[in-house]
């Protein structure tokens, strides 16, 4: 496998990663049927779905982006997340495009899936940076990024228009040399989880 171009699937106890293909189209519109009314990220509706996985499509075959299939412990899918804007040169990646199912929220489920895409970004890929952004306002996103040990970069301020908002977006990151003290803190936090619904 070439870990910078193919999608692999990592599987946890709560989570599955798994490459999206474009049969996944009804399951992740079902997923994000109860996220229409969020204004700090662009939700994909039947019109857009597929433009949307046609950009996702294109930054595979850039070698920017790894797109996956979030599927909950009943294989059901959940949502989605992806590594963007990735550069091999300069070893690092952004986890984003995160979307779930209002059902898996606050569940193991995101914390489970931040960890094998964390590990793989460092103990695979062997990056040296992984960022994650957010929009200011998004309190809960967050609370959740630095729960993980991320630390706030800094704000893009007027960084993006999504929906007619003005979006101030929140950088965060995490060093290699952070991630066994971060990996340490994620496993702490997973274990909070074993025995809760996922």
């Known amino acids: 496998m070439k870990p910078w171009r193919e999608v692999p699937t990592l599987a946890g106890r709560h989570v599955t990663l798994r490459p999206m293909v474009r049969e996944d189209r009804a399951g992740l519109l079902d997923a994000f049927a109860g996220l229409r009314h969020l204004f700090h990220t662009t939700v994909p509706s039947d019109a857009s779905i597929d433009a949307w ?3 996702i499509d294109n930054d595979v075959a850039a070698g920017r982006g790894l797109p996956f299939t979030v599927l909950d412990s009943e294989g059901r899918i959940a949502g989605a997340t992806r590594f963007l804007r990735m550069s091999k040169g300069h070893r690092r990646v952004e986890i984003g495009g995160t ?3 209002p059902r898996v929220q606050r569940t193991g489920l995101n914390t489970e899936a931040k960890f094998m895409l964390l590990r793989h970004a460092f103990e695979v890929l062997e990056v040296n940076c992984v960022q994650i952004r957010t929009d200011f306002l998004n309190v809960a996103s967050r609370r959740a990024i630095e729960r993980l040990g991320a630390r706030m970069d800094g704000v893009l301020r007027g960084h993006l228009i999504l929906n007619g908002h003005h979006r101030d977006s929140v950088v965060y990151s995490i060093l290699a040399h952070e991630w066994p003290g ?3 803190n ?3 936090l997973m274990a909070r989880y074993e025995g809760a619904p996922a």
């Open 53 to 55: 996985m046609d950009r």
């Open 99 to 101: 979307l779930y199912a």
């Open 182 to 184: 971060v990996r340490r």
């Open 186 to 188: 994620i496993e702490l």
